[in-house]
Every structure is written in C-alpha cells, then in structure tokens.
C-alpha cells in the first residue's frame, strides 16, 4: 500500500528557534498533502491543506506566519514550525490522499513527528 | 460536515467481537461514513468506508441502517493488539477529500 513519511520522528528545540517536518509520499504523487496536530489524549485537529505550487490554506485559527507549509515537489510537503514554543510542543502528523484504493475516499497518514519545545 | 458522537471508551476481552456505534444524526445524502484507528503516537490508519448497508473487510464490518443517522463498526475476535482510538468521520467525498475533521473517537481496550 501507499506509505507516507515523516521526518524527524521527534525533535526537541529551544524555545525561540525554527523547526522543520518533512512529509513524504514515498511510492505516489500527491497534489495535495494535510497537516494535522495532535496534544496528549487529544483528537486530531486539521491545521492546514498543503497545495502543490500553490499557497496553502490555513484553518480557522491557524497563525499562517507561524506555520509556514512548502509543497515543492509532487512527493514532499514541509511544515516549519517558526520561533517555537513551549506551547507548540505536540504531535505533528501530515496525510496525502490515497492514490489507488478503488472505490475508496481516503488518506494515508505518515507516522507523525513529536516535537517538544524547551 | 455531520458532527458524530461515540462512546469515549469500551473494554473487551481478548477473542471477543466488539460493536463500536456512532451516531451521525444531521448526516447528508452525499455523506460517506469513514473509521479509522490510531495507535498511540502513530498516525491514523484507515479501517473502513461505507455508503448504506453492509460493508466488510479482512479488518472489519461496518453496519449502516436504512437512516444512516449511525453506523456500527464490527471488530470480530479482538486481541491485544487491536487496542486504539477508534474515530469515526462523515463527509463528503471529492471536494472535501482529505480536509478531515476527527471527533474525541473511542479508546477501545483489549483485556486478555
């Protein structure tokens, strides 16, 4: 099936640094990628659609200039992560639609990306 | 998109089947019904998807009455490993592809 990567799996940063997630469809093209953050024994929450050559579109709520999305490739989506937090500290998870379930409306999800900030 | 409600937590034991119901009462004709379970710091992984009726799968069953006002996500003979968050989601397929908005979903534990 189609895998979809992340990278870093964690990270740990200084509070007032820039950190970037790298998320990947390793064996499908995707146009369109999703990012998703995630706290402690809470539920997914959709932050932002990534769009291939294009701006991405933020949620309501989502400060855009503090989290910058880059969809260079048809294969690769960056999430970064600017002048971090403490509060940012969550888990970072992107999606990419499925390319081949036939029938089927779906997203793959890559592994996430935890990030804390000290 | 039709919010859904569904039960915060279950229990079961190992070999049983588990019924996980969710209820999705303002759902639109144009709706899908979708699950998807999520390990503890992994991303989701899709279950099941379905219209009406009866959905199966070589994970699940997934139950949809004529209203599809709710729908019940069948697990047959659990086992430890099938202890997750199990989220229910209703949308629109095609233009909402992939914008997915997750309820709290049900922590389901397995019990040997």
């Known amino acids: 099936g189609a895998v979809v990567s992340q990278h870093p799996s964690r990270v740990i940063c200084k509070s007032g640094t820039s950190v970037k997630i790298e998320c990947r469809s390793l064996?499908?093209?995707?146009?369109?990628m999703f990012w998703y953050r995630q706290f402690p024994k809470q539920s997914l929450m959709l932050m932002a659609t990534?769009?291939?050559?294009?701006?991405?579109?933020?949620e309501q709520g989502v400060e855009k200039d503090k989290f910058l999305i880059n969809h260079a490739s048809l294969t690769l989506s960056t999430l970064t992560v600017t002048s971090a937090h403490p509060e940012d500290s969550s888990f970072y998870i992107c999606?990419?639609?499925?390319?081949?379930?036939?029938?089927?409306?779906?997203?793959?999800f890559g592994p996430g990306t935890r990030l804390l900030v000290l | 998109l039709a919010k859904t409600t569904q039960p915060i937590s279950m229990d079961s034991y190992e070999g049983q089947e588990v019924n996980i119901t969710c209820s999705h009462n303002?759902?639109?004709?144009?709706?899908?019904i979708t699950w998807y379970q999520q390990f503890p710091s992994q991303g989701p992984r899709f279950i099941i998807q379905?219209?009406?009726t009866k959905v199966t799968n070589e994970v699940a069953s997934l139950f949809i009455p004529a209203d599809r006002k709710s729908s019940t996500l069948s697990l047959p003979r659990v086992s430890l490993s099938d202890t997750a968050v199990y989220y229910c989601?209703?949308?629109?397929?095609?233009?909402?592809?992939?914008?997915?908005?997750f309820g709290r979903g049900t922590q389901l534990t397995v019990w040997p």
């Open positions: 303002n759902i639109a004709t144009n709706d899908y």
């Open positions: 989601l209703v949308g629109e397929r095609g233009s909402t592809l992939g914008r997915l908005y």
């Open positions: 999606s990419a639609p499925n390319p081949g379930l036939a029938g089927i409306e779906t997203q793959y």
């Open positions: 379905g219209y009406k």
């Open positions: 064996d499908f093209q995707a146009t369109t």
């Open positions: 990534s769009n291939e050559g294009s701006k991405a579109t933020y």
